[in-house]
């Protein structure tokens, strides 16, 4: 379909890096386990689904073990120490307690306490697991997000294979052209002027190798950067464009627009909180406690309590009402981005549609063009070697054949890259590339 497109490893031996080369799916794969950035987005997932757990733990029972040690001869103190230790002792002869100057007392808490009405640590749990949805929602796009890199990095690894194979070609094609003109300037039918201009376009091919040569090492040190490596990379095989057709037709798949949506749910329910500061709150508890003059954790005095609380602000100094109205405008804010993102998402999907068929129809006409120059270029040689036309025309002819390589070879990358664009557009990039592998999740 494309003989000079698709580049022979065999001719590009002499530049290809140590490194066993990867297939795309490989350099996907890789780019979505090791990439740091992928790594810290899920690390972030990670602690935001331990918050969940943590807001949640603040609806559950609380037991608190305490110990404190108490040395007074204050007489208050003195008197509450001797209660609680049950040693308070009546003289005979006098109405007054009698006990030391110097009290010591060790006390052992061990107290429970549970909320019943707590809407601040409710909302607080609801939130957090939007929150958690949004953080891994959001791992699950910067994982599409560097799988996509990679693909382009592959992409530009690709191109730049494709063109050197025209680089070398053109190359060889302008030292013959060279040759057939000095040869016939030597025989006295060629003008020095033709072999001057054999001798530039010569030259031209020179640099324009060197420059695909360094294109070539910045497309795989670039590949090996997307993959989460260092060094460069050597890609195992061209993209074709079967493995990315397929698809659905909006983007309601795209993880970014599911982590905006948390984010939504996630302002509504801080609005709801905000609402419920007007609210009282209940809780219960119950101690346990014992005391002892000489040795912590003693048993020389025990006793229990049950408590039962309730608190209701009444006034915050308009801090709630102006919280709530806080709350309010961020909800609705985060309703606007979400939509914002929607509508911009569908737009970039018809955009890459478009382009997409606008690269189909720029790669056909460019193959065909590539098949028209080859074979004007091949005619005119013939014609060149038979004396009919001269150097500049044949000169003329191989400059459009190099333009209509190079032509080709961007064309098939703006194409696959469009077709590649679609399926990320959509959100469903690693899924249609990476089925297998990785499915849906990175």
Do not use: C
Not at 183 to 205: K, S
Not at 237 to 259: F, H, I, K, N, Y
Not at 336 to 365: G, I, K, N, T
């Amino acid at each position: 379909m494309r003989p000079f497109l698709v580049p022979s490893l065999l001719l590009l031996s002499a530049t290809l890096v140590a490194a066993e080369p990867v297939t795309l799916g490989g350099a996907l794969r890789e780019a979505v386990q090791a990439r740091p950035s992928v790594r810290a987005a899920r690390l972030e997932a990670a602690a935001a689904e331990a918050a969940v757990g943590e807001a949640r733990g603040r609806l559950l029972p609380r037991l608190t073990l305490e110990e404190r040690f108490v040395a007074t001869d204050e007489p208050a103190t003195s008197l509450f120490i001797a209660l609680n230790q049950q040693q308070l002792e009546l003289r005979q002869d006098s109405d007054f307690y009698n006990f030391p100057s110097t009290h010591r007392d060790f006390e052992t808490r061990l107290t429970l306490e549970q909320p019943l009405f707590q809407p601040d640590s409710y909302f607080g749990w609801q939130r957090s697991r939007a929150g958690a949805e949004a953080a891994a929602a959001s791992a699950d796009w910067s994982a599409e997000q560097a799988a996509f890199a990679a693909f382009r990095a592959y992409l530009e690894v690709q191109q730049a294979g494709s063109a050197l194979a025209w680089a070398v070609s053109s190359q060889q094609e302008a030292a013959e052209i060279f040759r057939l003109g000095s040869e016939r300037q030597q025989a006295g039918v060629g003008l020095r002027a033709d072999v001057l201009q054999a001798q530039v376009l010569q030259a031209q091919a020179a640099r324009r190798l060197l420059s695909v040569q360094n294109d070539q090492r910045i497309a795989r040190r670039a590949l090996a950067l997307a993959m989460g490596r260092d060094g460069e990379v050597e890609i195992a095989a061209p993209v074709q464009a079967a493995e990315l057709q397929g698809g659905g037709e909006a983007p309601t798949r795209r993880p970014d627009l599911a982590a905006l949506a948390a984010r939504e749910r996630e302002a509504a329910l801080a609005h709801r909180q905000s609402q419920a500061a007007w609210l009282p709150r209940l809780g219960v508890s119950a101690s346990y406690v014992l005391h002892d003059a000489e040795t912590p954790f003693g048993t020389e005095a025990d006793s229990w309590l049950v408590a039962a609380g309730f608190s209701w602000e009444l006034f915050s100094g308009f801090a709630t009402h102006y919280g709530s109205r806080r709350t309010a405008a961020s909800a609705e804010a985060a309703a606007q981005h979400r939509l914002e993102a929607w509508r911009q998402a569908r737009f970039q999907l018809q955009e890459m549609q478009d382009r997409a068929a606008e690269a189909q129809s720029h790669l056909a006409s460019a193959q065909q063009a590539v098949g028209q120059a080859a074979e004007g270029h091949r005619l005119m040689l013939q014609r060149f070697e038979a004396g009919l036309v001269n150097l500049s025309e044949l000169l003329s002819a191989q400059a459009a054949l190099d333009r209509a390589r190079f032509d080709a070879t961007v064309a098939e990358s703006r194409y696959f890259l469009a077709l590649g664009a679609i399926l990320f557009q959509r959100g469903e990039f690693r899924q249609q590339l990476l089925p297998m592998a990785e499915g849906s999740k990175p």
